[in-house]
Nanobody, 119 residues
């Protein structure tokens, strides 16, 4: 079974930057899509960005041009570089990874890392 551990969250002033990391460990099958989600207090979890095994990326409109998702397939790690942070980016950020298991695709979640942007 795969485990995901996020790191890199913290407190930053508006306009600042943070880099999140999510490392997969344990029993790992073929990894397909890797993604970042976030959940702000009182709101639903929302998709922030994804990267496919082929390198295709997707960004939510709210972060386009400010955030960059990347992955290191050799290290089974996905990153989220966050620049020009805004107070509305404050949330718990979750890593999500889809594996190609023999029985079909399976998605795993990390426990999350808190990002707080002060105005």
């Amino acid at each position: 079974q795969m485990q995901l551990v996020e790191s890199g969250g913290g407190l930053v002033q508006a306009g600042g930057s943070l880099r999140l990391s999510c490392a997969a460990s344990g029993i790992i099958f073929s990894i397909n899509t890797m993604a970042w989600y976030r959940q702000a207090p009182g709101k639903q979890r929302e998709l922030v960005a994804t990267t496919s095994s082929g390198g295709t990326t997707y960004y939510a409109n709210s972060v386009k041009g400010r955030f960059t998702i990347s992955r290191d397939n050799a290290e089974n790690t996905v990153y989220l570089q966050m620049n020009s942070l805004k107070p509305e980016d404050t949330a718990v950020y979750y890593c999500n990874v889809e594996e190609r298991l023999p029985a079909g695709p399976f998605r795993s979640w990390g426990r999350g890392t808190q990002v707080t942007v002060s105005s």
